[in-house]
């Protein structure tokens, strides 16, 4: 593959996952069945251009409003921009695996549009952690935590596509799921470069603080991983919706703490 081609393709990739983790319009790009799990790499990348936004806003509205005020805004904007796409993943899985016991049962549950009662708390409680941790980050640091957390969390779904299996069987005629589109297909070398990135992007931002919140997402990743495995042999896509929001909050306990 020539160099222009090589250049071609990553851009490609990157488009890739801007377009599906948010409603940001980019330009068409061409279809590929692989594409989804080439550019997982990128998806830590992607969480960051989402927490510059979010820097962003802090900087512009915490002059002018309280604290509160400003955290919801942001979460806001942040639950706009991706479209639910990770809350809705929560919600699933809640009901999911709160209300059902079989490997069978869950995953029809999770198949289910509607939201049920696990579903409906998960999605509070998890909208409530996000906004008073954000309101309660060191306003010196906020914007760092705003960038790094959208970054770590979805981080997260490179392990775990890379290790686990799908949950539901993938057949050539039909993908069932976009689980299955990168579950067990994300290459060795995508896990390395997206790891990469992310480091790089988190360390440049938080230096030595970011250990704890890099090691916060590497224990919500391995328990949700071993969960998922042992639920329902595998992971779906709304498995990695449900370990994105738990990382996102886990980073934001971690600037909250101090």
């Known amino acids: 593959m020539s160099v222009v081609s090589q250049i ?17 319009q980019v ?64 919600a699933d899985s809640a009901d999911g695996f709160g209300g059902g016991r079989e490997r069978e049962k869950v995953l029809a549950i999770m198949r289910d549009s509607r939201i049920g009662t696990y579903g409906a708390a998960a999605l509070a409680l998890t909208l409530l952690a996000r906004v008073l941790l ?42 069932d799921g976009q689980g299955a589109r990168i579950a067990r297909l994300t290459t060795g070398g995508s896990l390395i470069v ?11 931002l938080l230096r030595l603080r970011a250990l704890i919140p890099i090691l916060a997402s590497v224990v919500v990743s391995l328990a949700t991983a071993r969960y998922y495995k042992h639920r329902i042999g595998g992971i779906t896509g709304d498995c990695f919706g449900a370990t994105n929001q738990l990382a996102e909050v886990a980073v934001y306990l971690c600037g909250a703490w101090v």
């Open 8 to 24: 071609r393709r990553i851009w490609f990739d990157l488009l890739a996952a801007v377009q599906f983790l948010t409603r940001l």
């Open 27 to 90: 330009p068409t790009i061409p279809y590929e069945s692989d594409t989804l799990a080439r550019s997982v790499k990128f998806f830590p990348v992607v969480g960051a251009l989402i927490g510059l936004g979010s820097a962003l806003l802090y900087f512009l509205l915490i002059p002018h409003l309280p604290v509160l005020v400003v955290a919801v805004l942001i979460v806001g904007y942040m639950v706009a921009i991706t479209g639910c796409l990770h809350e809705d993943g929560l």
């Open 134 to 175: 954000i309101a309660s980050l060191p306003q010196a640091e906020a914007a760092s935590y705003l960038i790094a957390a959208p970054v770590l969390c979805r981080w997260t779904t490179l392990p775990l596509s890379f290790y686990l299996p799908p949950a539901r069987a993938r057949s050539e005629d039909q993908v």
């Open 194 to 204: 997206g790891s990469l990135l992310s480091l790089v992007i988190v360390f440049a």
